[in-house]
C-alpha cells in the first residue's frame, strides 16, 4: 500500500515535468523532478529499510 503513493508520486513528478516543458515553465520542470526524484528516494529507502 505504501509503494502506491510512491509510485502516484513517480507518475505526478514526470507528468509535471512533461508539462512545464510543453509549456516552458522552468519552474514547474524543477518542481516535478525534484518531485520525481524525492519521491524515488523514499521508496529506496523503503524497500532498503523493510525488515528481511
Known sequence: ???V???LAVVTGV???LYGGADD???L???GALLA???I???V???RRRPR
Open 15 to 17: 507528468a509535471a515535468f
Open 29 to 31: 520542470q524543477l518542481l
Open 41 to 43: 528516494a523514499v521508496g
Open 37 to 39: 526524484g524525492g519521491a
Open 5 to 7: 503513493f510512491v509510485v
Open 1 to 3: 500500500m505504501r509503494y
Open 45 to 47: 529507502r523503503q524497500v
Open 25 to 27: 515553465s522552468p519552474g
